[in-house]
């Protein structure tokens, strides 16, 4: 690389009046999204991605000729933010709430409803019929003690595991038993190496407002979807991806310049010295050059902006050479996580008989997958969609910071796609117990989502806070994406649109 570059010379800020040139390197719903808002403040948008299709970890694919979500297919309610990016694309009435009846959780010692009211498992209400079911009398009483301890308990850390504070407030029963299957359902990681302040924002100063964890639970819930107290998810009747769809079309009606199968393989600052300077409007020197490959051909672009949307390894890979501050901060991958989507002919799951779906607790051996949607129960939109007697069943495997059977297994033996079906129609027939085996079968299709789900370890928040800093530094920066903003889509997209906004805002005061 340094014998590539004539020159790290510093470069002028930015202090010429929009519109930037500005290249977006990574084409999930941080990028999308990135370029949209920068586009419609007046930048001049190019986006590379490297795949095959936009949308990242929002992705789509056709199973059994039903089109289904191939990676998430929910967003959080704790914030405004996803629903009402769907209604400034104009899916604003396709915003729809899961089905109430819920999910379950498998104990080592059976099946128990999921208390409905909760946050990442943590009960809100003591007093329900499921959190009884679940921790039995004596792990009621123990729960019950955060109502009476004093609120600096878990608050006044300057970082804390999310089984930390719920053992500390709530206690282990409460831990084991509903904590941890969540936590591992949804974040593929345990809950002793979770941040709080990462998966669950805002929860620690609840505790403060409100008393108690319970009351901030009940609080964070009562925010709901929208105006509509209640459900901790909504959906979108077509599925996540079409989220995707719609920013996509507008970015092509805006004329952004967009291209797939690009990779982006590395990044320079100032001049290269093998290929013509590429300059931004204006014939100006660049402050960033892109270099990209597509198959055979790779070309080079200049811009004044410089938005990366990856994940966080190949974020710290392909600007370490003129960052090299960044390397200590390089986040660790994300487990390697399979989802297995049955499309299944069994008229006797039409009475849902495992609500939404199963999580499994860390504990129990029986059962290989980490946890199991019920998507046609899940959704009215897809069983409408199937009719009746024909479900969609998702299975989900692999978790970070456990060691249950499932990740040794899976991940040591590099089980083929037909040992992961089969494995699926066990694990399903043992969970829904409905029989589902290979007969029932319409279609099936294993998706490998690798290091796709980085987890937020304690600690995280002051490292990606000194990561801000660092990009702060460095003129015609933004460092953007789930390892930055934190998993998931409500964090995604409100994080990634704050960002842009303080780009544009400073642009305006120039
Ligand atoms: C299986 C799964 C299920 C999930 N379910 C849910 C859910 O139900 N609800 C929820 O809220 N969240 C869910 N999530 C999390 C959520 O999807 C992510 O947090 C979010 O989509 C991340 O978006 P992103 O744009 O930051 O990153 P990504 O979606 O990872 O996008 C990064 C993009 O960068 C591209 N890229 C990488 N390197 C290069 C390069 N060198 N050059 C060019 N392009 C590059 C990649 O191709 C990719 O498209 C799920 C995630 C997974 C994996």
């Not at 719920?166 to 084991?176: C, F, N, Q, S």
Request: with cysteine; glycine share 10%; aromatic share 4%.
């Amino acid at each position: 690389m340094e014998n590539r570059r004539k020159a790290a010379k510093a470069f002028t800020p930015l202090s010429h009046p929009a519109p930037y040139q500005t290249v977006v390197v990574g084409g999930g719903i941080s990028g999308l999204l990135a370029a949209w808002d920068l586009q419609e403040a007046g930048f001049k948008v190019t986006i590379y991605d490297a795949s095959a299709s936009w949308g990242g970890c929002v992705g789509r694919h056709e199973v059994a000729g039903v089109v289904l979500d191939s990676g998430a297919e929910s967003f959080a309610t704790r914030n405004t933010a996803v629903s009402e990016l769907a209604a400034e694309l104009g899916l604003g009435d396709k915003v729809v709430e899961p089905n109430p009846a819920g999910a379950w959780v498998w104990l080592p010692d059976g099946p128990v409803p999921l208390p409905r009211t909760g946050v990442l498992g943590i009960p809100s209400d003591l007093g329900a019929p499921e959190v009884r079911q679940a921790l039995g009398a004596s792990g009621v009483l123990r729960a019950a003690l955060d109502a009476k301890m004093p609120v600096n308990i878990g608050t006044t850390e300057a970082t804390m595991s999310v089984a930390d504070l719920v053992r500390a407030r709530m206690g282990k029963r409460v831990l084991e038993r509903l904590v941890a299957p969540v936590v591992a359902g949804v974040h593929s990681a345990s809950a002793e190496l979770l941040d709080v302040d990462v998966v669950a924002p805002g929860l620690r100063a609840g505790i403060r407002d409100h008393g108690s964890l319970a009351a901030a639970v009940a609080a964070q819930r009562d925010r709901g979807l929208g105006s509509k107290p209640g459900a901790a998810v909504g959906g979108l009747v077509g599925g996540m991806h079409t989220l995707v769809d719609a920013l996509v079309e507008k970015l092509q009606e805006a004329g952004v310049s967009m291209h797939l199968g690009h990779k982006v393989k590395a990044i320079y600052r100032g001049d290269i010295d093998d290929a013509p300077t590429p300059t931004y409007d204006g014939g100006e020197p660049s402050p960033w050059i892109v270099e990209w490959e597509h198959g055979t051909t790779h070309g080079y672009l200049a811009a004044k902006l410089l938005v990366m949307a990856t994940d966080g390894p190949m974020a710290v890979k392909l600007l370490a050479p003129e960052m090299p501050e960044l390397l200590p901060f390089t986040p660790a991958p994300g487990p390697d996580i399979r989802l297995v989507t049955l499309v299944v002919d069994v008229p006797e799951l039409d009475s849902a008989p495992r609500g939404t779906g199963v999580l499994v607790a860390p504990s129990v051996e029986t059962i290989t997958a980490k946890a199991l949607t019920h998507s046609t129960a899940k959704w009215h939109w897809l069983a409408d969609s199937t009719g009746p007697g024909t479900h969609v069943v998702r299975l989900s495997y692999g978790r970070a910071g456990t060691k249950p059977a499932d990740a040794v297994r899976l991940t040591a033996n590099t089980p083929t796609e037909s040992d992961l079906i089969a494995t699926a129609l066990a694990d399903a027939t043992t969970m829904l117990g409905v029989e589902v085996s290979e007969a029932d079968l319409l279609g099936a299709d294993v998706v490998r989502w690798q290091g796709a789900l980085p987890f937020a370890a304690v600690g995280h928040h002051e490292k990606i806070a000194h990561v801000h800093s660092l990009a702060n530094d460095v003129p015609g920066l933004v460092l953007t994406g789930a390892w930055m903003t934190g998993n998931g889509l409500a964090a995604v997209v409100s994080g990634t649109r704050r960002q842009i906004r303080a780009v544009v805002d400073a642009s305006k005061r120039l």
